[in-house]
């Protein structure tokens, strides 16, 4: 019997990642990669950009522009999007049919909180797809950070796991559970998304730290692997051109913008959403 599909930790935190926005230089191909090998379907298109989801729930634009250049893995901006099935026998679906269609994987581990299969799209986009273990399963420290891992995880076991069988897209539930982001400076990235957005460090590694609302693992995360160092992001380039944040209760969402402006980071209307730009010239849009 399949696992029940509800909606997840993740997004019913008082605050959670609810789109990702990349820019793309072959919008066709992209577009094709996302729903042929991630299962995701189109929502809406049209000349400049493609919207992308799951079940009721658009989460993925792709859009492109007249000159776009080709952003650079060591630059900030995104080392991955992690894709959040509702359950452990989803994410054996997908991998069955990732290991059908010849889609390449960069890896897969076991991170206690959750097991998590690696990718990257034709671009070089990083991509997680992954599931969440139940939070009565994770371990809590006393501060309240989590203990997270980087363990082996027996994809053969996993892909045994689940019948051979057609399969039919992205399952009803998927979202964006996290957004794992590259950045400059790690304690730059704690006063932007510890202190102005309101996100707790759930956990950290050497090199990077993880950040969460309402006791998740990690709704953003933050490393500087490839790109210590790096200046702000240039406009006009692939890669994570802005993602949205999205907040259950306005009052914690007016605190994040008046947080932001008391430290002169500009805050925008931008139609239902407030955008602003982190130190690394990474695009916020906050919504409630």
Known sequence: MSDPITTSFALTRPSYVGQSHLAVADL??????????????????????VLLGAGDRPFLTLSSEKDIRRGSRRSAGLFHNAFLVPNRTELARWLRHAAHSGVALDGASDHLVSEAIY???????????????????????????????????DLQALYDSVPDQTYGGMADGTAIGHIHLQVGNIPKADAFYRDVLGLKLMATYPGAHFYASGAYHHHIAANVWNSNGASPRETGLTGLADYTLTFN????????????????????????????????????????
């Open 119 to 153: 990718l990257s799209d034709p671009e070089g986009n990083g991509i997680e797809v992954y599931r969440d273990r139940s939070p009565m399963e994770w371990t809590y420290k006393p501060d309240g950070q989590v203990e997270m891992s980087t363990l082996h995880m």
């Open 28 to 49: 066709d191909m992209m577009a094709d990669f996302y729903k042929r090998m991630l299962g995701f379907k189109e929502f809406e298109r049209s000349a400049s950009g």
């Open 249 to 288: 209760d306005k009052a914690a969402l007016d605190a994040a913008v008046k947080a932001a402006e008391a430290l002169d980071i500009k805050a925008v209307s931008d139609g239902d959403a407030v955008k602003v730009i982190d130190p690394f010239g990474i695009g916020v849009r906050l919504t409630a």
